[in-house]
Structure formats: C-alpha cells, structure tokens
C-alpha cells in the first residue's frame, strides 16, 4: 500500500483518478483491465476496483481450474 500513500493515481489507461488500491499488475490485466503500469504493482481508482473485483471473480474460477489440472 505504499505509493497509494505518496498520491498514485489509477493506472488505468485514460482514467486520472486518485488510486484507493494497489494490485499485482497481471492480476489486473487478467481481469481485462488496460493498464499503462510497467511495474509489477497496479494502483486502481475506487470505480476500477470495483470493475477488477467483479471481472476477478470468474478469473479466480479459471485459476482453481487450472490448478485442478496440475
Ligand atoms: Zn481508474
């Protein structure tokens, strides 16, 4: 939670709101969120949050799938 402290604003791509949390950035993209973050954390406004959380869900679906297999 650190650079939500110094002001990062949301890392995704067209949005400059204030960020409230910071994820993985693959965790981010996996949930078909456009970020321009090189970094391997992702800072999200309240709304993109939000968007993640709900698109997050049938990802974590996948993941246990995926782990099934193995
Ligand atoms: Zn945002």
Redesign the pocket.
């Known amino acids: 939670m650190g650079i939500i402290s110094k002001g990062a604003k949301?890392n995704?791509e067209g949005?400059d709101?204030d960020g409230t949390r910071s994820l993985n950035t693959a965790k981010v993209e996996n949930a078909g969120l456009r970020v321009n973050s090189s970094g391997k954390k992702t800072v999200?406004?309240k709304?993109?949050y939000k968007e993640w959380k709900k698109e997050s869900k049938d990802d974590r679906d996948l993941e246990r799938a995926r782990f099934d297999k193995f």
């Open positions: 949301c995704v949005c709101q999200l406004c709304e993109h």
